[in-house]
């Protein structure tokens, strides 16, 4: 089985929040996880809920700032085993193409 996870955490801070955020992404290196980060989140893939929540909780807890604000949503179909890279080539499918990136 695979869950996907997209976790959006940063601390609550004025300055660039990307040195800690390169924090709690390096903190998923530690999990038997796949992931892709993009500009507004981290998309998360592990065979359990229980992998993907520690993963999570890791890149919170890397953040070190006084504040950290954290999103985490869970996609945990249980009748299939869909990647998050299936899930987009279905998306592909319906639009006939890939879908713009990069300011394309």
Do not use: C, N, W
């Not at 089985?1 to 040195?19: H, K, N, Q, R, Y």
């Not at 507004?40 to 919170?60: P, R, S």
């Not at 953040?63 to 869970?74: G, L, P």
């Amino acid at each position: 089985m695979t869950v996907i996870g997209f976790l959006s955490t940063a601390p609550v801070i004025e300055d660039s929040m990307s040195g800690e955020v390169a924090k709690a992404v390096d903190a998923l290196e530690e999990y038997d996880v796949e992931y892709e980060t993009g500009p507004m989140g981290t998309t998360i893939e592990a065979e359990t809920t229980d992998e993907l929540f520690a993963a999570a909780q890791a890149a919170h807890d890397a953040i070190d700032a006084d504040r950290v604000s954290t999103v985490f949503k869970i996609d945990d179909k249980r009748t299939s085993d869909q990647t998050a890279s299936d899930k987009v080539d279905a998306v592909e499918s319906h639009l006939g193409r890939a879908p713009k990136t990069g300011g394309e």
